[in-house]
């Protein structure tokens, strides 16, 4: 049984930092490119950051760049999200999620992604 499961979300003030834990179980990390993905109330979900398993490569929204960076440990079938300078705008909940299309995905559409975990949710207040 393919499991993505979120935690680390929490209640920062602005300018924080967390991270975020996506733990996978059933399919091969090494083999898997992961994306992570929000929705804030009333919006749609939107593509925050991925990482390819084929080349490495990290995608980051416009809106994120320069303040959150995506890893991966295979030892422990993890995927993070760093986030620093935290922004009341980052306030959602942030879901990871596995590429349907071995590696030929869009970061920004989440229909090119599956096996979404429950979510986390980080919320950024004073």
């Known amino acids: 049984q393919v499991q993505f499961v979120e935690s680390g979300g929490g209640l920062v003030q602005p300018g924080g930092s967390l991270t975020l834990s996506c733990v996978t179980s059933g399919v091969p990390l090494e083999y898997t490119s992961v994306g992570w993905f929000r929705q804030a109330p009333g919006k749609e979900r939107e593509g925050v950051s991925c990482?390819?398993?084929?080349?490495?490569?990290?995608y980051y929204a416009d809106s994120v760049k320069d303040r959150f960076t995506i890893t991966k440990d295979l030892a422990r079938n993890s995927v993070y999200l760093q986030m620093n300078n935290l922004k009341p705008e980052d306030t959602a909940v942030y879901y990871c999620?596995?590429?349907?299309?071995?590696?030929?995905?869009?970061?920004?559409?989440?229909?090119?992604?599956?096996?979404w975990g429950q979510g986390t949710l980080v919320a950024i207040a004073s």
């Open positions: 990482i390819s398993h084929l080349t490495g490569s990290t």
């Open positions: 999620a596995e590429d349907k299309y071995l590696g030929d995905f869009d970061c920004a559409n989440p229909d090119d992604f599956t096996n």
